[in-house]
Structure formats: C-alpha cells, structure tokens
C-alpha cells in the first residue's frame, strides 16, 4: 500500500508563505495523481490542488496565482507551496493519492492531514 506523510504545517500571518510536503512510500508506481485537500470549520472538503503523473495541473479558483503543486519524483514528494496566505486559507490540509484506470478510480490514500492557521 500507498503510505502518506504530511509535514509543513503551522501558523503563519496573512500575506506569507508556507510549503506542505507530502512524502509517498510503497507501492507509489501505481500512483497517477496526488493532490492537497482542505477542510475549514464548518466547511466540506474541498479540492486545492492536483498533480498527474503527466504533469497536469489543476487549481482551485480561491488559490490560483497563490499556490503550486509540485513534485520531486526522486524523493517521492509531492510540494504545495503556499504564497499571499489570507486567513480564509486556514483549514487543515490533507495530502491524497489516487490511481486511476480509464476514469475510474481504484485507489486512494490519504495523509494524516496538516492544520494551517493563517492570522490577520
């Protein structure tokens, strides 16, 4: 199995940056997508940001110009680097991994989750 390990979490003030790291181990071959999820109080969990095995990304309208995925296929890591944090930005952050096979999706793990706390 996939096994997520998140880092990078903390309180930060508006306008600064931060970066989640999300370290992947076991059978990471048959990974073909990784993203960062979100969570706020009383809000449903909402998709950030996505990564394919192609190099595709996607965003969120809320992040785009502020946030990017990345990853460093040699460290099995996948990066969210957080630019121009607003306190609307605080939520918990989990990392996800999924494998996909003609749309259909027959695997996923998630990351313990990470809380970002962004201040005014």
């Known amino acids: 199995q996939v096994q997520l390990v998140e880092s990078g979490g903390g309180l930060v003030q508006a306008g600064g940056s931060l970066r989640l790291s999300c370290a992947a181990s076991?059978?990471?071959?048959?990974?073909?997508?990784m993203g960062w999820y979100r969570q706020a109080p009383g809000k449903q969990r909402e998709l950030v940001a996505l990564?394919?095995?192609?190099?595709?990304?996607n965003y969120a309208d809320s992040v785009k110009g502020r946030f990017t995925i990345s990853r460093d296929n040699a460290k099995n890591t996948v990066y969210l680097q957080m630019n121009s944090l607003k306190p609307e930005d605080t939520a918990v952050y989990y990392c996800?991994?999924?494998?996909?096979?003609?749309?259909?999706?027959?695997?996923?793990?998630w990351g313990q989750g990470t809380l970002i706390t962004v201040s005014s």
């Open positions: 990564i394919t095995s192609g190099g595709s990304t």
């Open positions: 996800n991994a999924a494998g996909f096979a003609s749309g259909v999706r027959y695997l996923e793990v």
């Open positions: 076991g059978s990471i071959f048959s990974v073909n997508a």
